[in-house]
């Protein structure tokens, strides 16, 4: 079977831009945070699936094995107000959640040209063909401000037109921004500081010296207790927020 050309070329295209390292923090944050984890533990529980999620055997981590029969078509309408409630595209980043659902893993989107703050459309294509209600409602309101590009606009004369248009682009962002939302400003973290501070979480109720030495003895680091409290009282803090 031949390659689709389209994924190639957004691969080539797309691959990891300033818009989608955002939303990956964003998610990111968003699946630490207590209010995601009690939905995924509340959902593991309805649908007798295991406390820490499946174990992962092979490379599928898009669906949950093949052995285990439960009712698909509910839990994806939940995935799916997962999705609206965090303001993210549900063919975008469905599969993510269910992943994590299933496997306790952070699965990215499946496609080069999915997970991004802009999203391109053939609006003949779709017109033509166009998608299901509950998509085009996705589109709606997860990208409600386009530009139409001419086929023969260059990139300079797109790139032109963006720059002195951006005001008035913003104009109509603003009428459709949620203030609260947390898309944008949460920031990619560095690994090892993630890692470290996974870590000091998860041993939170030890004395503080016994942290010390455990991260001492695991990642080398020789923080101090204060240090060490303030990160717990800051992750706690970051993880009430969504």
């Known amino acids: 079977m031949k390659d689709n050309p389209i994924s190639k070329i957004a691969e080539r295209m797309y691959g990891k831009t300033q818009s ?10 968003i699946i630490a945070s207590d ?21 992962v055997e092979k490379d599928n981590i898009l669906n949950a094995p093949s052995t ?15 999705c609206q409630r ?6 975008e980043w469905e ?27 053939d609006l003949i294509e779709e017109k033509e063909d166009p998608f299901s209600e509950k998509i085009q409602a996705a589109d709606d309101n997860i990208y409600p401000i386009a530009i139409r590009i001419s086929p023969y606009a260059t990139k300079r004369d797109i790139i032109d037109y963006v720059e002195k248009g951006y005001g008035w682009i913003n104009f109509f962002q603003q009428r459709h921004r949620d203030t609260k939302s ?43 207790e204060g240090h060490i409290s303030k990160i717990i009282s800051l992750e706690k803090k970051r993880r009430r927020k969504v």
């Open 95 to 121: 599969t993510t959640f269910r992943g994590y659902i299933y496997y306790n893993r952070f699965v990215e989107p499946y496609d080069f040209a999915l997970g991004h703050l802009c999203h391109m459309s």
């Open 182 to 224: 947390l898309i944008g400003v949460i920031k990619q973290k560095n690994p090892l500081i993630v890692k470290r501070n996974n870590f000091i979480l998860k041993f939170k109720h030890l004395p503080l010296k016994e942290i010390a030495l455990k991260l001492q003895e695991t990642f080398n680091l020789d923080i101090d």
């Open 68 to 82: 285990f029969k439960f009712d698909f078509k509910l839990c994806t309408e939940e995935v799916d107000k997962m």
């Open 35 to 55: 209010e995601f984890q009690e939905k995924v533990t509340n959902i593991r529980k309805k649908y007798n699936m295991p406390p820490k999620g499946f174990r």
């Open 20 to 29: 989608s390292r955002k939303l990956t923090a964003y998610v990111k944050h």
């Open 86 to 91: 965090y303001n993210l595209h549900i063919v």
